[in-house]
């Protein structure tokens, strides 16, 4: 059902033992939000791509990663801004930043991601929650991009858990034992319930799929 390459889950791996570290260095009493810094832009786009207020994501994928409040605290948060360099880019931030090879396949450095979430997820003012479990968070992301001149697009939406949910196997079942979705290897308390691919995708997206309860966001709340 995906064909998600061992590469893309070594490098969740890498990354959340790295998150786990940052979180280990910060003060256990320091909350995400009084680390957020005062100049952080709430409404209207900022410079990497995001609308807080509005909810939403359109640029870059590697903006997203560079300018995500989720890494508040990591060297590279907010330090670059790429607008299509190329590989140069990619370069200097490996240089710079010795866990970058582990946050995203370079092949994908000028790939597009337009991104859409609710409260349930992220906060208008940018703050995650400390749990998405029973939150009612649901996100959509389109990426997309071109190979040798064919365009390809591939769209996924996300549901969060609920407690009375089960994960086995990979699939996600609802507490009357029915198939709701299947787990995301990013993000181990959202469930993926729809994916629809366009053209040829790269090897580091899943593969179709249709919830059988269905790919609207209503069924999934609380």
């Given at each position: 059902?995906?064909?998600l390459?061992?590469?893309f889950?070594?490098?969740?791996?890498?990354?959340?033992?790295?998150?786990?570290?940052?979180?280990?260095?910060?003060?256990?009493?320091?909350?995400?939000?009084?680390?957020k810094?005062a100049?952080?832009?709430l409404?209207?786009?900022?410079?990497?791509?995001?609308?807080?207020?509005?909810?939403?994501?359109?640029?870059?994928?590697?903006?997203?990663?560079?300018?995500?409040?989720?890494?508040?605290?990591?060297?590279?948060?907010?330090?670059?801004?790429?607008?299509?360099?190329?590989?140069?880019?990619?370069?200097?931030?490996?240089?710079?930043?010795?866990?970058?090879?582990?946050?995203?396949?370079?092949e994908?450095?000028?790939?597009?991601?337009?991104?859409?979430?609710?409260?349930?997820?992220?906060?208008?003012?940018?703050?995650?929650?400390?749990?998405?479990?029973?939150?009612?968070?649901?996100i959509?992301?389109?990426?997309?991009?071109?190979?040798?001149?064919?365009?390809?697009?591939h769209?996924?939406?996300?549901?969060?858990?609920?407690?009375?949910?089960?994960?086995?196997?990979?699939?996600?079942?609802?507490?009357?034992?029915?198939?709701?979705?299947?787990?995301?290897?990013?993000?181990?308390?959202?469930?993926?319930?729809?994916?629809?691919?366009?053209?040829?995708?790269?090897?580091?997206?899943?593969?179709?799929?249709?919830?059988?309860?269905?790919?609207?966001?209503?069924?999934?709340?609380?």
């Amino acid at each position: 059902m995906k064909k998600l390459t061992c590469v893309f889950g070594i490098f969740l791996a890498l990354v959340l033992v790295l998150s786990a570290c940052q979180e280990t260095a910060l003060d256990e009493n320091v909350t995400q939000e009084e680390l957020k810094k005062a100049n952080v832009k709430l409404t209207g786009f900022d410079d990497w791509g995001f609308n807080w207020n509005a909810q939403q994501f359109n640029g870059y994928l590697i903006n997203m990663m560079l300018g995500d409040s989720y890494f508040e605290g990591w060297p590279h948060y907010k330090q670059h801004v790429y607008n299509g360099e190329g590989s140069e880019f990619w370069n200097m931030l490996v240089a710079n930043y010795d866990y970058w090879i582990y946050m995203m396949p370079p092949e994908l450095l000028d790939t597009r991601l337009n991104a859409h979430w609710n409260s349930g997820l992220i906060r208008k003012d940018g703050v995650y929650p400390e749990t998405w479990v029973n939150s009612n968070g649901w996100i959509v992301f389109k990426y997309s991009g071109e190979v040798d001149g064919q365009y390809w697009s591939h769209m996924r939406k996300l549901v969060s858990s609920r407690s009375s949910d089960t994960l086995s196997g990979g699939i996600w079942y609802n507490s009357e034992g029915k198939e709701i979705g299947f787990e995301s290897m990013y993000w181990p308390e959202l469930i993926v319930i729809q994916v629809v691919n366009e053209g040829e995708i790269p090897p580091f997206f899943y593969d179709e799929y249709n919830s059988p309860w269905g790919p609207g966001y209503g069924k999934y709340k609380n």
